[in-house]
């Protein structure tokens, strides 16, 4: 019996050239509709997608014939991994397969906010040479939130710089804080003296409210937040508030509520002059993007051999 996989969103083509070296049938179907996706999911035993796809309770009900989902890349957030889980439907994906590109674009992001890089380059290419001041960061207190892959790079980077690390974790990340030399505090502690917070979690179905009205009350006037894990950790009016009234100095964000935003105070918040935003970028390079096909390929293949698929 020829095992038949469904991939729904467009992937590294090594994928597709690994998962062809086995007995399968492969439909890459990158642009498939979602009313065409339930219609057609009970042909599949194996669904393959990134982020565009959501794998929810209806797509995961109507799979009868699914053994295995697949998502090429990091985080299982587009996935109901416990329907899946009740369905004993094994879930593969790429843990720490961009957690590199993921920290650089978090410094990108720090740099452009202490350096009003966003505004000077705009102004720059339209010809007008004006100064705008910003701050150094040798000497700040850095704020880590989720001192994991990702909030450990960024803090071994920070430490180069010549910041302050402080790390937060529900975890205990005692003895990885020590290597990198940064500080174990707790939240309320981290948001009274970071300079600048950076959010690294993992969320899941019901992400918590890590940056709440309560916690934008005890952060320093003027403190840079960096976002390139979840947006949902962060209360999107609460936020707009406090970049009113000056609170907030800058938000980085590389990840939004709705991407693109649907919301009023989402637009808010992305057309305010004091936010920089890019879209959803920070697995986007070459390497990173390889490393998930790569990764993705190898943990498809082993759960199927496993599942005795292959
Ligand atoms: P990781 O699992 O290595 O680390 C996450 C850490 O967050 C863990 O140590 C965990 O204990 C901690 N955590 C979870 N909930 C917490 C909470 N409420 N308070 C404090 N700590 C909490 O994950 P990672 O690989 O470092 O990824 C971090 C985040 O970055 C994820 O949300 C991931 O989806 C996101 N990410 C985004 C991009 C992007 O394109 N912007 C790329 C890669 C990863």
Do not use: C
Request: aromatic residues 4%.
């Amino acid at each position: 019996m020829v095992v038949r996989v469904l991939i729904t969103d467009p992937v590294d083509k090594l994928l597709i050239e690994k998962l062809s070296q086995y007995n399968v049938q492969i439909d890459y179907r990158p642009d498939i509709e979602r009313k065409e996706l339930l219609d057609i999911i009970k042909d599949y035993d194996i669904l393959v997608v990134r982020s565009r796809t959501k794998v929810d309770k209806e797509v995961i009900e109507r799979g009868t014939n699914l053994k295995l989902i697949a998502r090429a890349g990091i985080g299982l957030d587009n996935i109901d991994t416990e329907e899946a889980d009740k369905r004993r439907i094994k879930v593969v994906y790429a843990p720490g397969a961009s957690t590199d590109s993921a920290a650089e674009l978090t410094i990108a992001l720090l740099l452009a906010a202490a350096r009003n890089l966003y505004e000077s380059i705009a102004l720059a290419k339209s010809g007008v040479f004006k100064k705008t001041q910003g701050i150094e960061l040798a000497g700040k207190t850095i704020g880590i939130i989720g001192f994991g892959r990702i909030g450990s790079k960024v803090a071994q980077v920070a430490k180069a710089i010549g910041m302050h690390v402080l790390a937060y974790d529900v975890l205990d990340v005692r003895e990885r804080a020590k290597q990198m030399g940064a500080e174990v505090v707790d939240m309320e502690d981290l948001l009274g003296r970071s300079d600048v917070i950076s959010l690294h979690v993992t969320v899941g179905k019901n992400p918590p409210k890590i940056l709440d009205a309560r916690a934008f009350d005890l952060m320093k006037e003027g403190v840079i937040i960096i976002n390139t894990s979840r947006a949902a950790v962060v209360d999107g009016p609460a936020l707009l508030e406090n970049l009113n009234r000056g609170k907030v100095g800058v938000y980085a964000t590389d990840v939004f509520w709705n991407e693109p935003p649907k919301e009023q105070w989402e637009w808010e918040i992305l057309k305010h002059p004091k936010v920089i935003v890019t879209p959803h970028i920070g697995a986007q390079t070459k390497e990173a993007q390889l490393r998930v096909a790569q990764m993705t390929a190898d943990n498809l293949i082993s759960a199927m051999k496993e599942l005795g698929l292959i």
